[in-house]
């Protein structure tokens, strides 16, 4: 099995940056893909980016491209997400999520296509 672990999250002011973590742990080299999905309340979890282990190749969000950057350290086993100019419209839990040992679609970013969830960190953007 694999486990996810987020750290990181807080509360900023609009226009302000957090970077978060996301330490796996257990069969690591099983992952095909890694990423991030947010759920603000009474909305559905969305994906925000994923990262293509394999590849490299990495997918965003529409409403977060360019503010937004997913990358991974394979040596530490940890996944980032490096936020930039944060909208309250970004206010929401955010879980590290995986596809481990199978293949699939690192994108589209369908919860469906990932098997292994952290339990969130919450991330707060006030105006």
């Known amino acids: 099995a694999v486990q996810l672990v987020e750290s990181g999250g807080g509360s900023v002011q609009a226009g302000g940056s957090l970077r978060l973590s996301c330490i796996a742990s257990?069969?690591?080299?099983?992952?095909?893909?890694m990423g991030w999905f947010r759920q603000a309340p009474g909305k559905q979890r969305e994906g925000v980016a994923s990262?293509?282990?394999?590849?490299?190749?990495?997918y965003y969000a529409d409403s977060v491209k360019g503010r937004f950057t997913i990358s991974r350290d394979n040596a530490k086993n940890t996944l980032y997400l490096q936020m930039n100019s944060l909208k309250p419209e970004d206010t929401a839990m955010y879980y590290c999520?995986?596809?481990?040992?199978?293949?699939?679609?690192?994108?589209?970013?369908?919860?469906?296509?990932?098997?292994?969830w952290g339990q969130g960190t919450q991330v707060t953007v006030s105006s």
């Open positions: 257990g069969h690591t080299y099983s992952a095909y893909c």
């Open positions: 999520a995986a596809l481990v040992f199978k293949s699939g679609y690192c994108n589209p970013m369908r919860t469906q296509n990932f098997n292994t």
């Open positions: 990262i293509s282990v394999g590849s490299g190749s990495t």
